[in-house]
């Protein structure tokens, strides 16, 4: 168990829709990211948070949004959702931001747009 | 965008068979790591490497980090079963780069008994 819980673990939905995925680091972590992971690219970066504020961001699309709160959950926010949106969404969390720093991966929300 | 390229794609072997998995970039990376991915979990991390032509052992994987901290490799011996998975290289950039970390597509591994 990594520490990190991520809900819900299945999403079905419809194009058009919007969709909210949660996450809760391990106890202790400041860092949340967000990957999302399908079978031809691979995990991809989407976006990070090191204690509420954003810090990197990879290839995430316009539609999508996240927040990390005080509490340091964070909720990644998919809107007007495509077919090609379907993939695993990964969170994962960190203690630091610093090189080396391990990251410790949720079991996944795994989003089916139909 | 930093890239990571891995190879193979794909292994299939015999328990008790050696293999080794590359991880290659043409950028620089202040340090590297490997995670080991099963159906319906999130990636587990095996070892982080930092220095340059480092080589650190967990029992049978030895995991080495090329001189320019470019490509690094994971050396398995006499795989078992339970070495199946999908074996994920992973780098953090320098400077402004550091706070991403970027994944390879992978090594799908599959050893038979």
């Known amino acids: 168990d990594s520490g990190v819980t991520q809900t819900p673990k299945h999403l079905i939905t419809a194009t058009g829709q919007r969709v909210t995925l949660r996450c809760s680091p391990r106890s202790g972590d400041l860092s949340v990211y967000w990957y999302q992971q399908s079978l031809d690219q691979g995990l991809q970066f989407l976006i990070q948070?090191?204690?509420?504020?954003?810090?990197a961001k990879g290839n995430i699309l316009e539609r999508f949004s996240a927040q990390q709160f005080p509490d340091l959950h964070s909720e990644l926010n998919l809107s007007s959702l495509e077919l090609g949106d379907s993939a695993l969404y990964f969170c994962?969390?960190?203690?630091?931001?610093?090189?080396?720093?391990?990251?410790?991966f949720g079991n996944g929300t795994r989003l089916t747009v139909t | 965008t930093q890239l990571l390229e891995q190879s193979p794609q794909f292994l299939s072997i015999q328990e008790g068979e050696n293999l080794t998995v590359y991880c290659n970039s043409s950028s620089v990376f202040s340090s590297l790591q490997w995670y080991r991915q099963e159906p319906g979990e999130g990636p587990v991390l095996l070892v982080t490497?930092?220095?340059?032509?480092e080589v650190k052992k967990l029992k049978r994987l030895t995991f080495q980090f090329g001189d320019a901290r470019k490509d690094s490799s994971l050396h398995i011996t006499a795989a078992q079963p339970g070495d199946t998975g999908l074996y994920l290289c992973?780098?953090?950039?320098?400077?402004?780069?550091?706070?991403?970390?970027?994944f390879g597509k992978g090594t799908k591994l599959s050893v038979i008994p």
């Open positions: 948070y090191y204690n509420g504020e954003e810090r």
């Open positions: 994962a969390s960190s203690v630091s931001i610093l090189a080396g720093s391990p990251l410790h």
């Open positions: 992973a780098g953090r950039g320098t400077g402004a780069g550091s706070y991403q970390l970027t």
């Open positions: 490497v930092v220095t340059g032509g």
